[in-house]
T-cell receptor, first 115, second 116 residues
């Protein structure tokens, strides 16, 4: 169990640029979640995958945001035409599926700074 | 919509003492899970303890225990024998019980300082 891995740890970019983040979940976990956390606040849900299917999206996920999990393993989160308000920590979490309702395990996050 | 409220932005405790962090939530659901997560500075979120709403017995994990009051929609975390390594931001979180899985709704967090 190597834990949830996120890449990069930090990303600095100019407003208007596109960015892509990657998340590698714990290998046997079929559920994957993306959250956004701004400074001094709790994480806010963005979207959730079960295997390769995107089952839930928050209203926070505007049309500039897109997430994929093509083979049911790693996931990518892309933000197009970045804005100042996109500056945040983007957290990925994964969990086991099934009726036992397993807890979510979080990665270290990707900190995005928009200049 | 479910909401989670942590009314204490900051708390401090002396090493070896006991501290209680407060959390209240609002929901119309009868089956759900509650969690406390710990987030040290620049480090990942770690699960501290969880509570199933259908269980009347309060969860405990070593020095960590909860006081779950379902009717009052209250879920406080007690840390006994506080250690320097307990210093972190603590988040209370709520999750509806669904077999298909669902989002966590977090509170605003409580920053805990442990004084030597």
């Amino acid at each position: 169990d190597t834990g949830v891995s996120q890449d990069p740890r930090h990303k600095i970019t100019k407003r208007g640029q596109n960015v892509t983040f990657r998340c590698d979940p714990i290998s046997e976990h079929n559920r994957l979640y993306w959250y956004r956390q701004t400074l001094g606040q709790g994480p806010e849900f963005l979207t959730y995958f079960q295997n390769e299917a995107q089952l839930e999206k928050s209203r926070l996920l505007s049309d500039r945001f897109s997430a994929e999990r093509p083979k049911g393993s790693f996931s990518t989160l892309e933000i197009q035409r970045t804005e100042q308000g996109d500056s945040a920590m983007y957290l990925c979490a994964s969990s086991l599926g099934g009726p036992s309702n397993q807890p979510q395990h979080f990665g270290d996050g990707t900190r995005l700074s928009i200049l | 919509a479910q909401t989670v409220t942590q009314s204490q932005p900051e708390m401090s405790v002396q090493e070896a003492e006991t501290v209680t962090l407060s959390c209240t939530y609002d929901t119309s659901e009868s089956d759900y899970y509650l969690f406390w997560y710990k987030q040290p500075p620049s480090r990942q979120m770690i699960l501290v303890i969880r509570q199933e709403a259908y269980k009347q017995q309060n969860a405990t994990e070593n020095r960590f225990s909860v006081n779950f009051q379902k009717a009052a929609k209250s879920f406080s975390l007690k840390i006994s024998d506080s250690q320097l390594g307990d210093a972190a931001m603590y988040f209370c979180a709520y999750r509806v019980q669904e077999t298909s899985g669902s989002r966590l709704t977090f509170g605003e967090g409580t920053q805990l300082t442990v004084n030597p």
